[in-house]
T-cell receptor
Framework: AQSVSQHNHHVILSEAASLELGCNYS??????LFWYVQYPGQHLQLLLK??????LVKGIKGFEAEFIKSKFSFNLRKPSVQWSDTAEYFC???????????FGTGTSLTVIP | GAGVSQTPSNKVTEKGKYVELRCDPI?????LYWYRQSLGQGPEFLIY????????DSGLPNDRFFAVRPEGSVSTLKIQRTERGDSAVYLC?????????FGSGTRLTVV
């Protein structure tokens, strides 16, 4: 079975700091990669996704992620975080032939004004 | 979430009771998924429906859990003889392209 690892469980940053959240997956075949965000009290929302092509993908709210196939990684980045980015962030993986997503355990981000 | 409605939003039940959690994908997508998100964890797959049938139920933790989708639209997740360890947020999702759209979830608390 596939697995997804998110190395940072809790991250605390001041506003305007840069963000990078790590995500590694274990699967040797072709994967689709996603980052979801869950704001306090809200449902999971898609932040960005990678299927193929340019490994640097841009999502909503200034987030981007880079797929590095050789490292099995899909790290999330944002140059300057805002207080409103406080949320739980989940990396997820599936395959074109698979029926389910595999999620990481999540990273809780707190941005201090 | 837009396009997936889950009811109730919160459910508190006593240990040993039976509960039903409802998911309406609204726009009637063929593929429907149930996930469970325990505290401090990412969502874990439970079951996947293609139309009316359960195409993959490998994630159901035991035979106390069962799900149906009789008309290929609304789905109900049923949990018998609930245990405290069943406390979690139960998420429903529909396939949208190669991604998912999630509902807001049902927070189940077993006391």
């Amino acid at each position: 079975a596939q697995s997804v690892s998110q190395h940072n469980h809790h991250v605390i940053l001041s506003e305007a700091a840069s963000l990078e959240l790590g995500c590694n997956y274990s699967y040797g075949g072709t994967v689709n990669l996603f980052w979801y965000v869950q704001y306090p009290g809200q449902h999971l929302q898609l932040l960005l996704k990678y299927f193929s092509g340019d490994p640097l993908v841009k999502g909503i709210k200034g987030f981007e992620a880079e797929f590095i196939k050789s490292k099995f990684s899909f790290n999330l980045r944002k140059p300057s975080v805002q207080w409103s980015d406080t949320a739980e962030y989940f990396c997820a993986v599936n395959t074109d032939t698979g029926n389910q997503f595999y999620f990481g355990t999540g990273t809780s981000l707190t941005v201090i004004p | 979430g837009a396009g997936v409605s889950q009811t109730p939003s919160n459910k508190v039940t006593e240990k040993g009771k039976y509960v039903e959690l409802r998911c309406d994908p609204i726009s009637g997508h063929t593929a429907l998924y149930w996930y469970r998100q325990s505290l401090g964890q990412g969502p874990e797959f439970l079951i996947y429906f293609q139309g009316t049938g359960a195409a993959d139920d490998s994630g159901l933790p035991n035979d106390r859990f069962f799900a149906v989708r009789p008309e290929g639209s609304v789905s109900t997740l049923k949990i018998q003889r609930t245990e405290r360890g069943d406390s979690a947020v139960y998420l429903c999702a529909r396939k949208q392209g190669r991604g998912y759209t999630f509902g807001s979830g049902t927070r189940l608390t077993v006391v």
